[in-house]
């Protein structure tokens, strides 16, 4: 644990203006640890601890978010944009190196411009989601020429045959004994049947049919930034940011927005899957994201299902290697959230026909 003090001095290796006057936490994401540096200076700074247990390669990580927040930058720029500083994260080099990291060996750290009144929403409305569509497709047409090669921060990351390979292993394996409890049993037979369905784009990619491109890759309600008006500001949390398939950033945002409650609402028959929410949300994404081919957009639907359902393999994963992975705030809370995007895959896979006539309306 780092004290108060600890976190000052490593803020303060940043090259940051003004004076620091409090550091809070801030956000509430499962894999970084994530502060508020408050100044007397023109801005204030988010200081970020990378996971480096989860993220292995932190140099190659900076190097990815460095090119595309630079190359989006010069982006916004040539298009006359105003306001850029709340349009891209801009992260702040540290004072010894120059480099947007500093680490003491053990440790990783970043710091970020704070984006001012800015907002993120846990849940969206259609209205939102349809500006959200057109976001991350924007975000994925503006990334589609970067001249540099950005690698892979976790490798194989929505690879959804190492997701159910992991789950096997897990399984086999059973460390902490929790394949004794029934309805973990019960979970396993409920999915095991749909994984060749669900492995679906890595065989596309394998026959050349399904291209890579640089996606987001966490592509949660909550990683948006709105204005106090809702006009979407910008895209954060870049950590993830790298080759894949579209189907991630579509599946991801419908896997929280689309869903009726939280991911962790134990709940589950208060569990569905919003058609209005994908409606709007493809209908923004199919305007801007002109460069889909139309293997990419008839698969959209098949976007809807995988993701509720590698997020159920992965949060079933790691309750049975006895919670590793993700932070935890209870100790059933692995479980819950997989009963919760068990139920979610199920009520899309019951619209997948409704989602497919949507999609073919849409399309020009
Ligand atoms: C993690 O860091 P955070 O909370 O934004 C995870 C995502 C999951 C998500 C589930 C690097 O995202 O893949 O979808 O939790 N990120 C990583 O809430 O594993
Ligand atoms: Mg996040």
């Known amino acids: 644990m780092k004290t108060p003090q600890d976190l000052r001095e490593i803020a303060l290796k940043f090259d940051i203006k003004g004076n620091i006057l409090d550091i809070k936490p801030l956000g509430n994401g499962l894999i970084n640890d994530t502060l508020k540096i408050k100044t007397d200076g023109p801005d204030d700074y988010v200081l970020q601890r990378v996971n480096n247990a989860i993220f292995k390669d932190v140099e190659l ?9 630079e190359h989006i930058r010069r982006k916004l720029i040539a298009a006359g944009e105003t306001d850029i500083d709340r349009k891209v994260l801009r992260f702040v080099p540290e004072k010894a190196t120059g480099k947007t ?4 060996g053990e440790t990783f750290w970043r710091v970020s411009v704070f984006i001012k009144d800015a907002f993120t929403y846990e849940t ?7 500006y959200a569509g057109k976001a991350f497709g924007a975000f ?3 990334l589609a020429d970067i001249p540099d090669t950005l690698g892979e921060t976790i490798p194989d990351f929505h690879n959804m045959e190492l997701r159910a390979r992991q789950l096997r292993e897990a399984v086999a394996e059973d460390k ?6 029934k309805e973990v049993q019960d979970i396993l037979s409920d999915l095991l049947p749909y994984e060749e369905e669900m492995c679906k784009a890595e065989r596309m990619y394998r026959e050349g049919i399904l291209p890579k491109r640089i996606c987001h890759c966490d592509t949660k309600v909550n990683n948006m930034m709105f204005d106090k008006d809702g006009n979407i500001l910008c895209v954060i949390d870049l950590d993830t940011l790298m080759p894949s398939f579209v189907f991630s950033d579509f599946g991801d945002f419908l896997r929280t ?43 959209l639907p098949y976007a809807a299902c995988l993701f509720p359902y590698m997020q159920a393999v ?5 309750y049975i290697n006895g919670d590793t992975y993700y932070k935890i705030k209870y100790p059933e809370h692995n479980l819950v959230r997989t009963r919760n995007q068990v139920a979610l895959f199920h009520a899309a896979m019951s619209k997948v026909p409704a989602m497919q006539e949507f999609i073919k309306k849409h399309s020009i």
């Open 124 to 130: 969206v409305n259609p209205e939102y989601s349809y």
């Open 257 to 299: 927005a689309a869903n009726t409650v939280a991911e962790d609402n134990p709940a589950i028959e208060k569990v569905d899957f919003k058609m209005d929410i994908f409606e709007a949300f493809a209908r923004g994404y199919l305007e801007s994201a002109t460069f889909l081919t139309p293997v990419e957009r008839d698969n």
């Open 61 to 69: 990580l900076q190097h990815n978010i460095d090119c595309a927040t």
């Open 176 to 181: 902490v004994g929790r394949m004794a409890e």
């Open 101 to 104: 990291y500093w680490t003491d």
């Open 314 to 318: 992965r949060f079933f994963a790691d």
């Open 140 to 142: 994925e047409a503006m």
